[in-house]
């Protein structure tokens, strides 16, 4: 059972993995190119923000995954989520990537991403 669980979590830390090396590729592709061309593919940021020259572009990805119900083990009954061996209702998580582009004399420079759902 350990080994099953194993296999699992690292199937799920590579698929992390594969969708932040997806994301940066696609990220990556603006870097040296002109603003206008960013506005054009990813549409009006979210937030933009100037100071000293320099322009910052924050696009927001935001989504909700919902968590299964964990049913209880143990003795007591089945709907009794207090009872011995715990358990647990399901959850909605919201999960949030915002990728903030940063502009200097029209042509995008960098980004970074900051969230639980950037890779």
């Not at 910052?56 to 989504?63: E, Q, T």
């Amino acid at each position: 059972m350990r080994c099953l669980v194993a296999v699992c979590v690292f199937a799920l830390l590579g698929a992390c993995t594969s969708e932040l090396a997806q994301r940066q590729a696609f990220l990556n592709k603006f870097v040296g190119h002109p603003e206008q061309e960013l506005v054009e593919k990813l549409g009006v940021p979210n937030r933009s923000y100037t100071t000293g020259g320099v322009k910052y572009l924050a696009y927001d990805d935001r989504r909700v995954a919902l968590i299964p119900p964990v049913p209880p083990y143990g003795p007591g009954p089945w709907w009794f989520y207090g009872s011995y061996g715990g358990g647990a209702p399901p959850q909605a998580v919201e999960l949030t990537c915002e990728a903030t582009f940063t502009v200097a004399n029209g042509v995008v420079k960098s980004y970074t991403l900051r969230g639980n759902a950037c890779g």
